[in-house]
């Protein structure tokens, strides 16, 4: 419970010391500003105003959680760390508050507590940048622009549930972000509206490449501080569950800190924050919003479904391809995909090694194209590869299992 | 979700996980009340002690109405991959295990708000 505010404060801190007062006044004008892939806000408003941008939008999560009485646990630790990373490059509390009351609705309409949709809520917010895009970039009206971006994002937020469950069995679990690849369906329809109603919904892309030693130790800092919070959680025990962690599938839903312990969850999440930096190292990429928002996700699914052992393949498979394709490796989608590829780490730990650097390679060729087919109005868009990826090999997988891997009757 | 729905699901995922122990014989007998409803499933596989308790843990597990109303629509549906108890644990009020002759009864109770434990002799917890 302490974890997240302390979190939460730290980055307002770090965002007074680089930018001072102007980090506030950032922030709000961020609120009125396009939201869709890519859109560093390091870039559009400044590092402080996307730091307290990401707090507030943190903050938001955080008390949606602790007002419902949802435990904190693996979905929702992986939840409000997605939120704090996407609020460095999409979501504002002004654009993911209408999808929460859309969700409400649905909940209602259901005959359900909001509490069992409130993951839908939460990781349903990968479609704020879709009010955002209403109320901002369509060239509605003054008067009518910000109450159709309301609408849109609260008519969105009801059909979530619906599409969410029906988006599971396509995968059956083994794509992490399945909000990703539901918010990226919803995004088909939606895009297409816009673009029929003169909407060019042009592709933009923010991306900050100014070094910065802060930035770069941002995450191992955060990393090593799990670590050691998981060591002494755990009171000598944190490496051992840590190790048994290393042995789970991770297919949703894996809350890690329910199957295993709290202690080896966090220690998890800080390995996985500082296997993601050291990749990004390695191959000279950008510590900004999206990068830092990408590894900032990763840890939160440290508690849900990922781990060391089942993100390598995933990785290897990506790099991969970039590889054989001459994509650079330093170019934002490829930064973005080695990170967000994570989604499939559940198809290495199911299937083995092979079929998830298979899955990876086949994830880096989908996710350069997915991201225009939806408008970067879904800010998970590697969860929307991923869902289409993992439907694919769960397909072929099923049809080989029941008919070739024994005969029904002797 | 109909009722109908939900116990369809129910006994898909706990004939998977009972089907995976590959036993020779497996009865599944219901009997439903207005406010609720008793599932039986009986097996003759070997079960050992460690395996019971891990099914004790996973099907009384606390409830978690944030990952039922999502992730419980994967019950018995998505049947890729390993059987999960705990999909069922987050759904049922209570569940008992018990060895029979050869091979294990687990009961499962399930029921609304008005549901009435006594009528179904649900045992007393410490």
Known sequence: MLFFPLLIAGFIIMAVIIDGGAALSGFLRLQIKPARLINDFFMTEGVGAALVNSAAVGLTGFLVIVINGTRLSGPTYAAIFTMMGFGLFGKTPLNILPIFAGVFFASRFALKTFKEYIIIALFGTALGPLVSAIAFEAGLPAAIAIPAGIAGGVLTGFFLPAIAVSMLHLHQGYNLYNMGLTCGFFSLFAASLLKAGGSSLAADSYWYIEPSLALTLLIPVISVLLIIVGFIDGRGGSLKTFVKIQRQVGRLPSDFIDLVSVGGSFINSGMVGLFGTVIILIIGGDFNGPVIGGLLTIMGFAAFGTHLKNSWPIVAGVIIAALVFSMPLTSPGVQLAIIFCTTLAPVAGQFGIFPGILAGFLHMLMVSQTGSWQGGMNLYNNGFSGGLVAALIVAVVQWYRSNRKEKKFK | ?126
């Open chain 2, 1 to 126: 979700m109909r009722r109908k729905d939900l116990i369809t699901h129910l006994i898909g995922e706990i004939s998977s996980y009972v089907l995976e122990g590959d036993p020779m014989r497996m009865v599944i007998s219901l009997h439903q009340e207005e406010d609720g409803l008793h599932l039986s499933v009986m097996d003759d596989a070997e079960h050992s002690d460690d395996e019971i308790e891990q099914m004790e843990k996973d099907l009384n597990s606390q409830k978690r109405p944030e990952l039922a109303g999502y992730y419980g629509a994967m019950t018995g549906h998505d049947l890729l991959g390993a059987s999960r108890l705990n999909l069922l644990g987050w759904q049922v009020k209570h569940t008992d295990i018990t060895r029979i002759d050869k091979g294990i009864k687990i009961d499962f109770w399930l029921g609304g708000d008005r549901f009435d434990s006594r009528q179904f002799s649900i045992p007393e917890q410490d």
